[in-house]
């Protein structure tokens, strides 16, 4: 996670939670001069559109004082879905034995994506299984991972 994600999580997480919902994670996507700012939360009875919009109106108005986005930017507030993103350990390890898409920021053994079982956390690092081979990748070395839903 980037130090901004990071930043934006500490001071962004409290008011979630004040609200009775878990902050599931942030993406903070700069694209030139527009930002997006994607926040998922989480709840044991799911999420609908009135959550997403009651938690939004909540972090609109914490952004709005705290100010930490200079340029211009959406919010977006959402359930984290089936494909649901995982941005800490904690999360792949509650997903093990589900089928996972990781990304990471610099290659790897020759490569930079990877998709197969989820198969443990060891460490700092996930353990993810492709065809016959286990790859144990840092975490602060992952750009995205997401589980792949199963219908």
């Not at 130090?3 to 609200?19: F, R, V, W």
């Not at 904690?90 to 930079?112: C, H, M, N, S, W």
């Not at 198969?119 to 992952?142: C, F, K, T």
């Amino acid at each position: 996670m980037s130090g901004k994600q990071t930043e934006l999580e500490a001071m962004l997480a409290p008011s979630i939670e004040a609200l009775g919902y878990q902050c599931w994670g942030i993406e903070y996507l700069s694209q030139g001069k527009h930002t997006l700012l994607r926040v998922y939360i989480e709840h044991a009875d799911g999420i609908d559109v009135e959550a997403c919009a009651t938690v939004s109106r909540q972090l609109s108005a914490v952004l709005d004082v705290e100010d930490p986005i200079a340029n211009d930017y959406t919010l977006e507030v959402s359930s984290p879905g089936m494909d649901r993103p995982l941005f800490k350990l904690e999360q792949y390890a509650a997903y093990v034995g589900e089928q996972a898409k990781i990304r990471l920021r610099t290659p790897f053994d020759g490569r930079r994506n990877f998709q197969g079982i989820l198969r443990g956390v060891e460490g700092d690092e996930v353990v993810i299984q492709v065809d016959d081979h286990e790859y144990l990748l840092p975490i602060d070395s992952i750009d995205k991972g997401n589980i792949i839903p199963r219908f």
